[in-house]
């Protein structure tokens, strides 16, 4: 049963930056795809950033030019470096993989805010 674990979460003031990272253990079958998606209060979870196998990158319009999506492949592990973060932003960031069943782990909160 695959395992994520979520740090780096917090609470900045807008224009701050964070680096999230994200440890998959327990992953059996070959990963198709990382990623991070996050869910603020009263919204429903939406992608920010995916990583395919081959290092092809996704981006939700709204972090495009602002986040970056990265990984370490042979230790399983996926980080989203967020610069130049906004209020808007604040939700809890779920780590997501993909190795035909998809996976989240259970969030890491950021908060910005001055």
């Known amino acids: 049963q695959v395992r994520l674990v979520e740090s780096g979460g917090g609470l900045v003031q807008p224009g701050g930056s964070l680096r999230l990272s994200c440890v998959a253990s327990?992953?059996?079958?070959?990963?198709?795809?990382m990623g991070w998606y996050r869910q603020a209060p009263g919204q429903q979870r939406a992608l920010v950033a995916l990583?395919?196998?081959?290092?092809?990158?996704r981006y939700a319009d709204s972090v495009k030019g602002r986040f970056t999506i990265s990984r370490d492949s042979a230790n399983n592990v996926v980080f989203l470096q967020m610069n130049n973060l906004k209020p808007e932003d604040t939700a809890v960031y779920s780590c997501?993989?993909?190795?035909?069943?998809?996976?989240w782990g259970p969030g890491t909160q950021v908060t910005i805010s001055s």
């Open positions: 997501y993989v993909n190795t035909i069943t998809e996976s």
């Open positions: 327990g992953v059996a079958r070959r990963i198709h795809s």
């Open positions: 990583i395919l196998s081959d290092g092809a990158t």
